[in-house]
């Protein structure tokens, strides 16, 4: 055992450096680079100041703006330090109620919607903090925008067009719609 | 199933095809000493190392110093975890000034990054400092895999050597598979995820202000921080209002590429792989879902190599992607289904041409159904244990093919380097059977097989069902036990059985709505995660090492070909067989009735 110690214990140190301390900071530099804006968090900053990150998800519940994903994060919807889903089954009662009351916010705030309503819009996202959802819950929400808005149909069905990104590659992924990016967007209309 | 989900996986075998032979014939190298440039570039740093460490690097071990000399510097490990998470409110890089991790977390998570379990019973981004991310739970990413891959490694020397008393040397084998595999690819691959979007530095949390203030329910505490409840045990709420989010930051990617090519699956953020910050897009999620695969796959190659004969390796190989193919299929095929629950209150699943449709519960739109399918799969049948969709949310039997993944013992691809030893182990298995079927001694690339063989593969077999099921017992019977369940019915029992299955196997995903961060789970998990590991590793090497001391015996028309189809079928029904016949009575018990009430 004794000639084990010596090898076990100074590998051990001397590899922890170099993969935890040299490895790391290496990459640090590299990022700060080679892709300074992504290293530090895609931030949007708007007259500068930053207002969100392009990559993580706002929660919104005025009409005037596109809704996202629901966020099953706590206490509050799109919480940036507390990550999470709702981890609940199809068979929770729980969920069941959830998605209904979602549908009846939804209804109350566009009665006249006939379209059906796509599932991404009723139910939570995985991190809770989904930057996206699918073009088919861009499309429900997009008369009611305009309603509010006073707009025309065109204007916001070309915002939504503007911030559709397809699959990646034309291969990758589902095609998705940033929804902070939009309603930022929808904002700058004077 | 979609044409985009069979596309998907068409590509997908087709890359990860094309990058397993010439990873796999790399290692070769390494291991066998004959990658003379990359050896030859990193040579004075081995040997400044080896000096320091008073290692020599010529000097081999037998079967049990080697197993000790892993031991030894996993407990280190277990160790360096431990304190890091104990002391690092006084330790640097804490900008957040995280407090202290509690006594049994820190036990459990200590034990869970050495074992390449990587379960998590904390949350990232509201639990660690990042010096315990990077220099505790990212360096064990690094040796938890490199310590499966000499394993492995070791236990191909044991059918490649013959009347040979060692089987390497433990420290040289864990510097070269660091230095010279893990540690490279890391490098190029965390620049990568940085390009896509995720994050890279030691900038304090940001705060911005958002577009809407967010107005929300927070609960009550009373004087103790415990959430107060009502007479019905429903929770006292105050409406309250907040103008900001606060953005997470810390050095994500680095600990993000090790995470996926060393099948270790532990997220810097509570959701893992689904968190933005981590696998901020699609193209980013395809390759990570091809490095869970890309070494265990390699290794097969390895193996071959190594042995001196291609074909058995190839062998071992379309035995695992003919079985991840099956498992691919049904994950996506059930979640595509979606929820008739759903339906019912008039939800659109379908797909169309604006949305993928089905469960989307748990999931993310960039990824959809065919992503998040795909990836449950893979991460389930690698130990991985990343997710980038929560299981827990899961269609029944779309949850239950995750669950069985991990329940055939982590061998189709697998961890990396337990994938591969514990598959040989099962190849050992079918030869067995075989042999007793025709009636003559097992033999197995060129070495019989017997009666202390055949004990230690019983002992690496069963030991993780053991676990497992013992595990689950106590806990739906103790009171503690049930406490953690998040869903009510047969989806609570899913949720303790996940956890056993996920621990014992050292995968770490999770039915993640059980409660886990208590003593009893923080207790009972790392217990099942260390005998998974080591209950495996150490009857392993002495397997390895009684092969290398047999002769080898000559092919004769007696000899049973283990690199044919029959072998191919025998060896996936060995598996199959073992996996089914353990678990189906407590399968029954969740997932199977589950899915006869959704869809009565």
Known sequence: MKTLFRPAISLFILLSLITGIAYPLLVTGIGKAVFPDQAGGSLIVKSGKPVGSKLIGQNFSDPRYFWGRPSATSPQPYNGTASSGSNQGPLNPALTDAVKGRIDALKAADPDNTLPIPVDLVTASGSGLDPQISPAAAAYQAARVTRVRHLDRGVVEKLVAEHTEGRQWSVFGEERVNVLQLNLALDEIR | ?600
């Open chain 2, 1 to 600: 199933m979609t044409p985009h989900e069979w596309f998907l996986l068409g590509l997908y075998l087709v890359v990860l095809l094309a990058l397993v032979k010439p990873v796999g014939t790399y290692i070769a190298g390494v291991m066998e000493g004959r990658q003379t440039l990359v050896l030859r570039l990193g040579g004075p740093i081995e040997n400044v190392l080896y000096r320091i460490c008073g290692v020599r690097k010529d000097e081999e071990m037998g079967w049990l110093h080697y197993a000790l000399a892993i031991l030894l510097f996993n407990l280190l490990g277990v160790l360096a975890v431990y304190a890091l998470q104990r002391l690092q409110l006084w330790l640097p890089l804490n900008p957040q000034a995280m407090a202290n991790v509690s006594v049994d977390s820190s036990f459990n998570t200590a034990i869970s990054f050495p074992t390449n379990t990587n379960w998590q019973g904390y949350s990232g981004e509201s639990t660690m400092s990042y010096l315990t991310q990077m220099l505790g739970l990212a360096v064990q990413n690094f040796f938890s895999a490199a310590t499966g891959i000499i394993v492995a490694i070791a236990l191909i020397r044991g059918f490649a050597r013959h009347t040979a008393k060692t089987i390497g040397n433990a420290w040289v084998d864990l510097t070269r598979i660091t230095l010279y595999v893990l540690l490279p690819i890391s490098l190029v691959y965390a620049v990568f995820l940085i390009g896509q979007g995720s994050i890279q530095n030691f900038d304090a949390y940001k705060d911005v202000t958002t577009v809407e203030v967010t107005k929300y329910n927070n609960p009550k505490m009373d004087a103790n921080g415990q959430a107060l409840k009502d007479s019905k045990g429903n929770a006292v709420t105050e409406p309250a209002t907040t103008p900001t989010q606060t953005l997470p930051m810390g050095p994500t990617a680095s600990q993000e590429a090790i995470k996926m090519l060393g099948t270790n699956g532990g997220g810097f953020f509570n959701a893992n792989s689904a968190h933005p910050y981590e696998n901020p897009t699609p193209l980013a999620n395809f390759i990570q879902m091809l490095s869970i695969f890309l070494i265990p796959g390699a290794l097969c190659i390895t193996f071959g190599r190594m042995v001196g004969d291609m074909r058995q390796g190839w062998a071992i190989l379309t035995a695992m992607t003919l079985m991840f193919v099956v498992m691919a299929v049904a994950t996506m095929y059930f979640e595509q289904q979606g929820s008739p629950f759903l339906s019912k209150l008039g939800v659109d699943q379908t797909l169309t041409a604006l949305q993928p449709g089905g469960n989307m519960e748990g999931k993310e739109t960039r990824f959809g159904i065919a992503d998040s399918g795909l990836f449950a799969t893979i991460t389930t049948l690698a130990s991985c244990g990343a997710v980038n969709a929560m299981h827990d949310s899961f269609t029944p039997l779309g949850g239950f093919v995750p669950l069985w993944n991990m329940m055939l013992g982590e061998v189709v691809f697998g961890g990396v380097g337990s994938g591969l030893y514990g598959m040989l182990i099962f190849a050992i298995m079918a030869v067995f059977i075989a042999g007793l079927m025709i009636g003559r001694t097992p033999e197995y690339i060129g070495k019989k097989i017997e009666a202390f063989d055949m004990k230690m593969v019983s002992i690496a077999i069963l030991v993780t069902p053991l676990l497992v099921l013992a595990g689950t017992a106590i806990a739906v019977m103790a009171a503690d036990g049930i406490a953690g369940i998040a869903n009510p019915g047969a989806h609570g029992f899913s949720e303790i059985l996940y956890a056993f299955t996920s621990a014992a196997n050292n995968n770490g995903s999770a039915f993640a709505g059980l409660s886990a961060n208590t003593p009893f789970y923080n207790v009972m998990l790392g217990t099942a995660m260390w005998f998974g590991r080591f209950g495996v590793i150490v009857p392993v090497l002495a397997i390895a090492g009684s092969l290398a001391a047999k002769k080898r015996i000559t092919v004769t028309a007696g000899t049973m070909p283990t690199h044919g189809p029959l072998f191919v079928i025998l060896l996936i029904g060995t598996v199959v067989l073992v996996g089914a016949l353990n678990y189906v009575p407590a399968l029954a018990l969740g997932p199977v009735v589950e899915h006869l009430i959704l869809w009565r």
